[in-house]
């Protein structure tokens, strides 16, 4: 987990490099195997698109209930959200790094 923190910050501290460079595959997130390909690269592109944290959350909220809705309809379970201060929530990370006010 600290190493993944450590690249999240390396990460956002240039403009330049994606802010999740996990993301940047369209593997690296939660639910990320009930998405098409073409899905995971907007998803990736409208998570870095943020420019207020309310805009994120509401986003990641109706992402999180449709992940949700398709797990369900496939009869699988998606993986526990991760509860640390910052593991769980993209929002709080862009925030935190200034990406988003």
Do not use: W
């Amino acid at each position: 987990m600290t190493r993944l923190f450590a690249l999240l910050l390396i990460a956002l501290a240039s403009p330049a490099v994606h802010a999740f460079p996990s993301y940047a595959s369209g593997e690296g997130f939660r639910g990320a195997e009930l998405m098409t390909p073409d899905e995971r690269k907007a998803h990736v592109a409208k998570m870095q698109s943020f420019k207020t944290f309310d805009e994120c959350h509401a986003y990641t909220d109706a992402h999180e209930a449709e992940l949700q809705r398709r797990a369900a309809a496939q009869h699988v379970t998606l993986p526990a959200r991760n509860t640390s201060v910052f593991g769980g929530d993209p929002c709080q990370v862009m925030r935190f790094m200034g990406r988003v006010k």
